[in-house]
């Protein structure tokens, strides 16, 4: 299938990781009506207390580029950036599997 | 709705990835219909040139468990497990999202 993946990782400012986890959830709200996103799922870490991990499956990464220009993204970006202490991903090819 | 989420990393023996991830998309297939598990998906790595990725969500750990023990799972193990030079997971906790 050959879609665009990110295990997107988060260490939210300590204290801030479940008031960080509710936004993004929010930004998966959003993304419902966005065709090019297939897949935004917010998880936290068994053994990293400050950290959240985004399995994210797009059509494309212009479907990606796409989706951070809607304003209510932006918006959410806003408020999600000061509680975010350190970010990084890893970016995937998708093939196939159960669950897409 | 806390589910059970792993991200499973696996390096190939070199010249195997391509293989070992048409063995694992063979076990999405056979878990297709064991409903203990939500996602079960397949991922190459744009940078580590042997690595595959899969994402995993289950209804709890036991399910996890238990599709271990599933015969076709077994078979399936023993022909991807001399393809593996080495493995890792992060143990997840997931929330909710988009795409469940």
């Known amino acids: ?4 993946g990110i295990y997107g990782k988060l260490v939210a400012v300590e204290g ?3 008031a960080l986890a509710e936004i993004l959830l929010e930004a998966a709200d959003v993304l419902q009506s966005f065709e090019g996103c297939i ?3 917010v998880n936290i870490s068994e053994n990293e207390p400050d950290t959240i ?3 994210e499956i797009w059509e494309d990464s212009e479907a990606h580029g796409a989706s951070i220009r809607i304003e209510e993204i932006q918006a959410l970006m806003k408020r999600g950036r000061p509680l975010i202490a350190a970010a990084e991903s890893t970016r995937l090819q998708t093939l196939g ?3 897409l």
Chains 1, 2 share one sequence.
Do not use: A, P, S
């Open 1 to 4: 299938m050959n879609k665009f």
């Open 16 to 18: 801030q990781r479940d």
């Open 39 to 41: 897949m935004y799922v």
């Open 53 to 55: 991990w985004v399995t």
């Open 97 to 99: 599997g159960k669950g």
